[in-house]
């Protein structure tokens, strides 16, 4: 079986999309070393209106989509040249559901390119639940052709983590937000939840993550409020073994998004022996399952007290962690998610 793959943000990309990217391919390669596997990095232009074309002459016989797209010219058949069937992974309607958060030109690109894949590809991966409801009310996609196969998580978060520190963490006991600093991760509301804490007892917050203005009315805030000894803002941290021994340190991750495709943070928290506390909406309680605590992402006084049980009671931060740990390993292991999308590709041939 010859695959095609674009492979922009499996080479450019080191969020989301590239971890999905890059874990996918490398598990297919894995578990099915006989696969004849092409890899698509392709400027913007090519991408889009060229793409489809050169994957007919190379005899791909599947195409897969791995970030909301499809070129055009493969969507049309390419002439007369053999189309290949064609697979899109949607991860989130974003735009849609947080439109604030993007420029009008840029909402309209988004709609025309992503729903033009979701409606003509053969099928629709979708990452949860949530993300296949969306796509379906959306785009009027018939929900026959948009199949849920969950992200998988980098291996690396099933085993014990290889760097023991991050630098600059420290002993002392820690509080932990990750993700990009934006309006839709809420990172003012864990700030707001925080700054409510029993000062005796509050341990530090480290935000990993960066943002534009965003992350300064945070900062901004942190100073307003006298916690900037408390809060560290750490930037990104880029290589998955420091990430993985940071939540392993934490006494508990808080992930209060307003919208998430899935929630990559909250399974890699879980899997690391992280209690979590997250929301109540879109893929976030498909991503914790019951081993996390839930709030409503508006509501500060419920994230609060939440919030000060998470840092008091220690028997509930173990069973949190545990419980959370064992959903994850049963809901989110990676060989059954590549088997899943081999299945997939072989019932489209």
């Given at each position: 079986?010859r695959?095609?793959?674009?492979?922009?943000?499996y080479?450019?990309?080191h969020?989301?999309?590239?971890?999905?990217?890059r874990?996918?391919?490398?598990?297919?390669?894995?578990?099915?070393p006989?696969?004849?596997?092409?890899?698509?990095?392709?400027?913007?232009?090519?991408?889009?209106f060229?793409?489809?074309?050169?994957?007919?002459?190379?005899?791909?016989?599947?195409?897969?989509?791995?970030?909301?797209?499809?070129?055009?010219?493969?969507?049309?058949?390419?002439?007369?040249m053999?189309?290949?069937?064609?697979?899109?992974?949607i991860?989130?309607?974003?735009?849609?559901?947080?439109?604030?958060?993007?420029?009008?030109?840029?909402?309209?690109?988004?709609?025309f390119?992503y729903?033009?894949?979701?409606?003509?590809?053969?099928?629709?991966?979708?990452?949860?639940?949530?993300?296949?409801?969306?796509?379906?009310?959306?785009?009027?996609?018939?929900?026959?052709?948009?199949?849920?196969?969950?992200?998988?998580?980098?291996?690396?978060f099933?085993?014990?983590?290889?760097?023991?520190?991050v630098?600059?963490?420290?002993?002392?006991?820690?509080?932990?937000?990750?993700?990009?600093?934006?309006?839709?991760?809420?990172?003012?509301?864990?700030?707001r939840a925080?700054a409510?804490?029993?000062?005796?007892?509050?341990?530090?917050?480290?935000?990993?993550?960066r943002?534009?203005?965003?992350?300064?009315?945070?900062?901004?805030?942190?100073?307003?409020?006298?916690?900037?000894r408390?809060?560290?803002?750490?930037?990104?941290?880029?290589?998955?073994?420091q990430?993985?021994?940071?939540?392993?340190?934490?006494?508990?991750m808080?992930?209060?998004?307003?919208?998430?495709?899935?929630?990559?943070?909250?399974?890699?928290?879980l899997?690391?022996?992280?209690p979590?506390?997250?929301?109540?909406?879109?893929?976030l309680p498909e991503a914790?399952?019951?081993?996390?605590?839930?709030?409503?992402?508006?509501?500060?006084?419920?994230?609060?007290?939440q919030?000060?049980?998470?840092?008091?009671?220690?028997a509930?931060?173990?069973?949190l962690?545990?419980?959370?740990?064992?959903?994850?390993?049963?809901?989110?292991?990676?060989d059954?998610?590549?088997?899943?999308?081999?299945?997939?590709?072989q019932?489209l041939?």
């Open positions: 079986m695959i095609g793959f674009d492979a922009k943000r080479y450019h990309n969020t989301g999309l590239g971890n999905y990217s874990t996918l391919v490398k598990d297919l390669k894995r578990l099915y006989e696969l004849d596997i092409r890899l698509y990095d392709e400027k913007s232009f090519s991408r889009t060229r793409l489809g074309r050169k994957a007919c002459e190379d005899g791909c016989q599947l195409f897969h989509g791995l970030s909301n797209e499809l070129p055009f010219d493969l969507l049309r058949g390419a002439g007369d053999h189309r290949p069937r064609t697979v899109v992974t991860h989130d309607t974003a735009w849609r559901t947080f439109p604030d958060m993007y420029h009008c030109v840029d909402r309209k690109i988004y709609d390119k729903g033009h894949a979701a409606r003509y590809a053969d099928c629709v991966v979708a990452i949860s639940e949530s993300t296949k409801r969306d796509i379906i009310n959306f785009y009027g996609v018939d929900e026959s052709r948009v199949k849920v196969i969950y992200q998988p998580v980098q291996r690396m099933y085993e014990e983590p290889s760097v023991a520190k630098s600059g963490v420290g002993d002392a006991p820690y509080l932990l937000s990750v993700g990009s600093i934006n309006s839709r991760k809420n990172l003012m509301g864990t700030l925080y409510r804490l029993k000062p005796e007892n509050r341990p530090r917050l480290l935000v990993v993550g943002g534009r203005d965003y992350e300064q009315k945070c900062r901004q805030y942190v100073k307003n409020h006298g916690l900037e408390d809060v560290e803002f750490l930037g990104s941290i880029n290589t998955t073994d990430l993985h021994a940071i939540y392993r340190g934490a006494v508990a808080l992930y209060p998004s307003f919208y998430e495709g899935f929630g990559l943070p909250v399974v890699e928290a899997l690391s022996g992280c979590v506390l997250t929301s109540t909406v879109s893929s914790a399952g019951p081993g996390a605590l839930l709030c409503n992402p508006t509501n500060t006084d419920e994230m609060a007290f919030l000060q049980q998470l840092v008091d009671d220690a509930l931060r173990e069973r962690a545990r419980d959370g740990a064992a959903y994850c390993r049963e809901h989110f292991d990676p059954t998610l590549t088997r899943q999308m081999y299945e997939l590709y019932s041939l």
